[in-house]
């Protein structure tokens, strides 16, 4: 039987990421902050691959109901750690508890770190892991529920952003953002604010068939049971990659515009991306009609936010037949846009709930 795993996302795209994981082959049932799915060697060579959206993915190890710290440990020793970690492997050990005996957490993780390696202890020591594992111990209701990091560095991290503008925004969640406006390759994309340019790589490396995991490692490849051939399959198929029609990033700031061109030849699409530096008033859009994307200032972040949505506001209204997305941290900031647009979804980000909202440009 194949063990669980938990693909995790912010609060509010459960749904989105239960999608996407569909349009991978992978059934999955949504929770709170996350999709659970099957965890077999194929399913997590696809997710850590392919999926877009999720932060990262824990495979779960066991389950077990413990009222006491020696309880908890027994549990913990009688699971089969040897698939996931080595003898002598550096643990980092994550607790949450709710309405259980087992409260303090500090001495949770220390329990759970010492019954790991007594588990371990008698078995082939082998070379030690230069990279250490992450465990996650949930205790909710005296029930144990423990799972080991399969994904490392979380995966909004893609292995090109080097360079950063002001107040970046996470890879996954811009294309979690394009998903939501039903974006595709063959439509023009702009970006007015792009900053250092997350949504116009992310939108590039989807024309290009270029998978997110495609340019770093992941945990499970220092796993035990990890099965490097399958692995180097699932990294040598691909997908013709689309011709793209035009995506452009502008900002008014040309240092912003340096970093966003040097991810971008990290990312290996700097050919699919015009960037150009211009301020919103002063906006060009390829042929379209296409999809609008940007992330404005925040007011919780950058000062002069108003100014610039009617700044914003005043440019679209030149885009008619153009569809609109954009990241809204208050809503009375759409009364400046001057522009009706829909509430698809809500997360957060940086400790601010966020609104991704869409619409069309009237003609």
């Known amino acids: ?27 999955g049932q949504t929770v709170e902050g996350g999709v659970i799915f099957d965890a077999s060697t194929e399913a997590l060579h696809k997710v850590h691959l392919h999926a877009r959206i999720p932060t990262r993915v824990w495979v779960r190890v066991g389950t077990f109901r413990a009222t006491s710290l020696d309880a908890l440990a027994r549990g ?18 994550r607790v949450t508890t ?31 892991p230069h990279q250490g594992a992450g465990l996650l111990v949930r205790v909710i209701d005296d ?18 952003r080097r360079d950063v503008g002001r107040a970046p925004l996470r890879e ?26 997350t949504f116009c790589i992310e939108a590039a490396t989807i024309a290009a068939s270029r998978p997110p995991g495609q340019g770093r490692g992941f945990a499970f490849e220092a796993w035990p049971s990890h099965d490097r051939a399958a692995w180097a399959r699932a990294r040598q198929r691909s997908s013709p990659a689309d ?13 912003v515009l340096d970093a966003a061109r040097a991810n971008a030849r990290r990312a290996g699409v700097a050919a699919r991306i015009g960037f150009e530096p211009r301020s919103v008033s002063e906006l060009i859009a390829p042929a379209g009609p296409g999809l609008l994307v940007a992330n404005p200032p925040w007011g919780e972040r ?26 809204v941290p208050r809503m009375p900031l759409l009364r400046h846009l001057g522009i009706r647009l829909e509430r698809r979804a809500t997360f957060s980000a940086g400790g601010i709930r966020i609104a991704v909202c869409t619409g069309v440009v009237p003609g």
């Open 1 to 27: 039987m194949a063990k669980s795993a938990l693909a995790v996302v912010q609060p509010g795209l459960e749904g989105l990421l239960q999608r996407e994981l569909g349009a991978l082959g992978l059934r």
């Open 76 to 93: 913990v020793r009688a699971l089969g750690w040897r698939p996931y970690l080595h003898r002598r492997q550096d643990l980092s050990v």
């Open 98 to 128: 709710r309405s259980s005996r087992l409260r303090f957490r500090d001495r949770i993780a220390r329990k759970v770190e010492h019954a790991v390696c007594d588990a371990l202890r008698s078995g082939p020591s082998g070379r030690r």
């Open 143 to 160: 029930q144990v529920e423990i799972s080991v990091d399969a994904s490392g560095e979380p995966l909004y991290q893609r292995g090109w």
């Open 172 to 197: 996954n969640l811009a294309a979690a953002v394009l998903s939501l406006a039903g974006w595709r390759p063959d439509q023009p994309l702009l970006d007015p604010m792009c900053g250092s340019g």
């Open 243 to 255: 011709p793209g029609a035009p995506i452009v990033g502008s900002d008014r700031d040309r240092s």
């Open 302 to 327: 950058i000062r002069g936010a108003e100014a610039t949505w009617r700044e914003l506001g005043a440019a679209l209204r030149g885009l008619s037949g153009w569809r609109i997305a954009l990241l």
